[in-house]
């Protein structure tokens, strides 16, 4: 039984409680669903351990080792610039041609993206392969509001309980990739260094890589996963009557599913824009756009903080290091996640585990100057390694947060027509957040360690992020239920 919560917001007459029976989760296309969930992380996470050195090697910093965040922080910010700007639209979408179709799209963009960057000779190469991507994968947020379509509110936390453990595979391996199969020539001579391509494009094999497994999975999309929607139009119905200039008109070939009539025997339909932003949903969007910031920042600035040299207020890493670190974290989430998550959300609620989470921000940014301290007064030994394991098991709550927005945005659509759109706004919200952040981050951080300025900098802005998404996690309701009676 979910543990009962009294608080100011709960009404003075209560109804009889009554146990709550879980719904059995759908396993058939939540195993699919999972599966898919391992695309987009995989890819990004493929990129992140050789990223700055890819920097250095194309040679867009002349040297400067103090600018190689910086770009690290334009190629990330230029994937969720793209994204920004059509996710609400492919998110819209879905809730009118459906699923599955807009996710075909996004499995072929990640691919294509994927081809493209280890091919990339140039910055400005690199940068049109992310942009491509962002602006084409939507994946992350169909697969979001596909768990909703499937789920209840008695089984969801459940289900997110799982939805980890495709997140932890992927980010397991797509460091381990990027980190050990990168420059592949020089590291395994014996077995790449007759490759004049693998020489030409150093990497290109751990992009190819994640790029296959992008087909792999478009292939299972297209003949196994079924769609989830069942209010579907018609594509060229909604050309002929303006997709988005009339986004409420039924068309007359509309396919419908009797269980999503309402009591009253009315179709609920998907709602505009203008008719989405209560005050609600804009409380959901605040606190995933902050989340998100306090985030990225935080996925950015760890790799490009253990790649920077100790004297320059880093730890001087490797790739592969780098990218062992970052699978062990991963490795950590998910565990975690899968084994705690259901359990700590019926005993303490979807906003406990929030504020919880995005607390955890402030000392997992605190250890960045001590390990550094550590580093630089002791060599890299055992109190630095420690630290760095108290701060990626400090990131293990912060990714808590996740499923915890996902349960405050289907609490908060207007109705089940209109969860994609709603769930597409939260996208489009956390996806703005997401570029300012590690842009942001980065530049600063490649500020504070240039020569006469105040190293501290950086943690000064990290933890400015963190108190603004504690803020924002206060304006959520201590009780899911007091946004679902009031639909």
């Known amino acids: 039984m979910i543990a009962r919560q009294d608080d100011e917001e709960t009404p003075f007459l209560q109804r009889p409680e009554q146990a709550i029976t879980r719904t059995p989760l759908p396993w058939d296309q939540f195993s699919i669903i999972l599966f898919l969930e391992m695309l987009d992380p995989l890819s990004s996470h493929t990129l992140a351990p050789f990223i700055p050195q890819l920097v250095r090697d194309i040679g867009v910093t002349h040297g400067d080792e103090s600018q190689v965040g910086?770009?690290?922080?334009?190629?990330?910010?230029s994937y969720y610039a793209a994204h920004a700007?059509?996710?609400?639209?492919?998110?819209?979408?879905?809730?009118?041609?459906?699923?599955?179709?807009?996710?075909?799209?996004?499995?072929?963009a990640i691919s294509v993206s994927m081809f493209s960057f280890g091919l990339s000779k140039t910055?400005?190469?690199?940068?049109?392969?992310?942009?491509?991507?962002?602006?084409?994968?939507?994946?992350?947020?169909?697969?979001?509001?596909?768990?909703?379509?499937?789920?209840?509110m008695t089984n969801m936390p459940e289900a997110y309980g799982y939805v980890p453990i495709p997140w932890m595979i992927a980010k397991s391996l797509g460091p381990l990739i990027g980190g050990s199969l990168s420059r592949p020539s020089d590291r395994f001579p014996d077995i790449f260094g007759r490759s004049e391509l693998l020489k030409t494009y150093p990497y290109l094999l751990p992009c190819s890589i994640s790029a296959l497994v992008a087909l792999i999975a478009w292939l299972v999309t297209y003949f196994r996963l079924e769609e989830s929607v069942f209010t579907r139009t018609p594509l060229w119905e909604l050309i002929k009557g303006g997709f988005f200039a009339k986004p409420c008109q039924p068309s007359s070939n509309l396919i419908v599913d009797p269980s999503e009539a309402n009591p009253d025997g009315v179709q609920s339909k998907p709602l505009p824009l203008r008719a989405l932003l209560t005050s609600k949903v804009s409380s959901v969007i605040a606190s995933y756009a902050t989340t998100g910031l306090l985030q990225m920042s935080l996925s950015l600035v760890l790799p490009i903080f253990y790649a920077t040299p100790i004297e320059l207020g880093g730890l001087s890493l490797d790739p592969p290091r780098i990218g062992a670190?970052?699978?062990?974290?991963?490795?950590?989430?998910?565990?975690?996640?899968?084994?705690?998550y259901a359990r700590l959300?019926?005993?303490?609620?979807?906003?406990?585990?929030?504020?919880?989470?995005v607390t955890s921000g402030i000392p997992t940014i605190m250890l960045f100057p001590v390990i550094n301290a550590l580093a630089r007064a002791h060599g890299i030994g055992m109190a630095v390694w420690l630290c760095v394991t108290i701060q990626l098991t400090l990131t293990v709550s912060l990714n808590m947060c996740y499923p915890c927005i996902a349960l405050f945005i289907r609490a908060a659509a207007p109705n089940r027509a209109s969860l994609g759109a709603t769930n597409g706004i939260a996208q489009m919200a956390a996806s703005v957040a997401r570029i300012i952040g590690p842009a942001s981050a980065a530049s600063v951080f490649s500020y504070s360690i240039q020569e006469g300025h105040d190293v501290w900098l950086i943690y000064y802005f990290l933890i400015a992020m963190a108190s603004l998404a504690v803020g924002t996690a206060l304006l959520l309701p201590r009780c899911l239920s007091v946004w679902e009676d009031r639909q």
Do not use: E
């Open 325 to 340: 670190l970052l699978a062990a974290q991963a490795i950590a989430h998910g565990i975690s996640q899968l084994l705690f």
């Open 345 to 357: 959300h019926d005993h303490f609620g979807t906003r406990a585990i929030h504020i919880t989470g």
């Open 70 to 77: 910086r770009y690290a922080g334009i190629l990330q910010s």
């Open 85 to 108: 700007l059509t996710i609400f639209h492919w998110s819209q979408l879905s809730d009118h041609v459906g699923r599955k179709p807009v996710l075909l799209i996004a499995l072929l």
């Open 123 to 152: 910055f400005l190469d690199l940068v049109v392969s992310r942009v491509i991507c962002g602006a084409f994968d939507a994946s992350n947020g169909i697969l979001k509001t596909m768990v909703m379509d499937i789920t209840d």
